[in-house]
């Protein structure tokens, strides 16, 4: 089986979890897109839900699919949001961000009850950081910024270089938001919550690609079959 269909039996499987009335938050990426795909079939089949797109590409994707939108100024919370990740470690803490979708793929997970990542099983790491944590960060004051994130490395135990993110065309890679994106080169991240909260404090990011206590659980599609983890504590710890 191919990776593609990993993925899109990982999205099948959350799927299973989706109620009627549901309000869903729609992750970004070639995995989540599955999802929405999926789900544009059982809306066309008769299920009510309405969903939150994080970005541009899946709001394009839910209205090409039929799955009915609205915002987080529309509605007070969300029951579950589905989304792929870029490395999910053993307490299921992510690095996501590979999409671009980082910002609002943070802002709708933690306005979501529950979060569901899907992902081929390929992206289950014993810790985080083969994968480039992407660091978003407002345009003005890149020097002064990137200084500042370096510090914080340096404070938080881990070390590397830093690529400013370029799209397809040779040219600096934007945001939905409008900002650009550092992606660094750390190899391994021992204490990811840690790093987290120094990256969160720096005035100039956006937002950072670790995803720390956010996801309730993983679906992790593979050749042996599909495996689902569970969060053991509660959501925010
Ligand atoms: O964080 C993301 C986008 O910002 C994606 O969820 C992540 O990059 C995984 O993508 P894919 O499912 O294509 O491997």
Redesign the pocket.
Known sequence: MDMDQL?RQAAARALEEVRDGMQLGL??????KHFVELLGERVRAGLKVIGVPTSEATRADAVRCGVPLTTLDEIDHLDITV????EVDHELNLI???????LR?KIVAAASDRMIVIADDSKWVATLGRFPLPVEVIPFGLGATRRAIEKAFAQSGVSGQMALRKAKDGHVFVTDGGHWILDAHLGRIEDPARLAVALSAIPGVVEHGLFIGLAGSAVLAGGEGIRVIERRKPKGD
């Not at 996501?96 to 980082?102: D, E, N, Q, R, Y």
Request: proline content about 0%; charged content about 25%; overall charge negative.
């Open positions: 993925k992750g970004t990426g070639s995995t989540a989304d792929g990740a870029d996501k961000g590979g999409g671009g979708a980082l793929e």
